[in-house]
């Protein structure tokens, strides 16, 4: 069961693996209840300073397991938690303490989908796809993907992407802003590490107060926004990685950051 979720830390960076590849990495009961103790342990650990997301072999995440799911019948078995178990997920990575990069290497789909939308930024490889699956068998998109979505694609792409069941091609997913980069497929993992360890290396308590106005940006009206922003700033200049950039950019040097 704990090999359904792998937890590796390079150095500041944890990097966490779903390790299903014969099922593209679809959750079950078990994987669920893992995923939960690995983003639990991340979130507890103050020398990780971002994680990066994963899937092993040739997808990133199917969704939910079907298989493991329903029984001969075709009835579902919900007590594990699906649509519950991978809404939990979501929502833990997006509450991490530490910012994260989903590494989408293959199909992203159903609720694997909305994961790697809860992420804080996402690097894609070239044969990477996205698609909202739960149509086709009759289901509503989970995951937070019917949050996720609309906010970074807008309401017309997002119901046509969601009620068609259409795949979205990297290419395609880096055009609407789904994604910030694509790269060869051999170079997902390795590029979301690099830009974590460049995240890692900055200002903590900065990184942590400016990812948290943003995201509270989408749901607040200005003067809500421009106040929050000011209680960041508040709270960043009391921390000492200020005077250690004021120094290094005196002393003509890179920041050496705690």
């Not at 507890?44 to 971002?50: G, I, K, T, V």
């Not at 989408?104 to 804080?120: E, K, Q, R, T, Y």
Request: with cysteine; glycine share 8%; hydrophobic share 50%.
């Amino acid at each position: 069961m704990h090999d359904d979720v792998l937890l590796e830390r390079e150095g500041r960076v944890a990097v966490v693996v779903l390790n299903r590849p014969q099922r593209l990495n679809a959750f079950t009961a078990a994987t669920a209840r893992r995923a939960w103790e690995v983003l639990d342990e991340i979130a507890a650990d103050d020398s990780l300073r971002a994680v990066v997301l994963t899937g092993a072999g040739r997808g990133f995440c199917a969704g939910a397991d079907l298989k493991a799911l329903g029984g001969a019948d075709g009835a579902r078995d919900d007590d594990w938690g699906s649509p519950r178990g991978m809404i939990d997920f979501a929502q833990r990575l997006r509450a991490l303490p530490q910012p994260s990069i989903a590494a989408v290497n293959g199909v992203a789909a159903g609720a694997g989908f909305g994961i790697a939308l809860a992420a804080d930024l996402r690097v894609a490889g070239s044969g990477a796809s996205f698609v909202a699956a739960q149509v086709r068998t009759a289901q509503v998109p989970d995951a937070g993907l019917t949050w996720f979505l609309p906010r970074m694609i807008g309401i017309e792409r997002a119901l046509r992407v969601c009620l068609l069941g259409q795949p979205i091609a990297a290419a395609e997913a880096l055009a609407w802003g789904l994604v910030g980069e694509v790269v060869p497929d051999d170079r997902v993992r390795s590029r979301a590490v690099e830009l974590a360890r460049e995240i890692a290396a900055g200002p903590r308590t900065a990184i942590r107060l400016t990812r948290r106005a943003v995201h509270a940006s989408a749901e607040s009206d200005l003067e809500s926004a421009l106040d929050l922003e000011y209680r960041a700033l508040v709270e960043a200049n009391r921390d000492p990685d200020v005077a250690e950039a004021i120094r290094a950019f005196v002393e003509k040097r890179p920041p050496r950051f705690g």
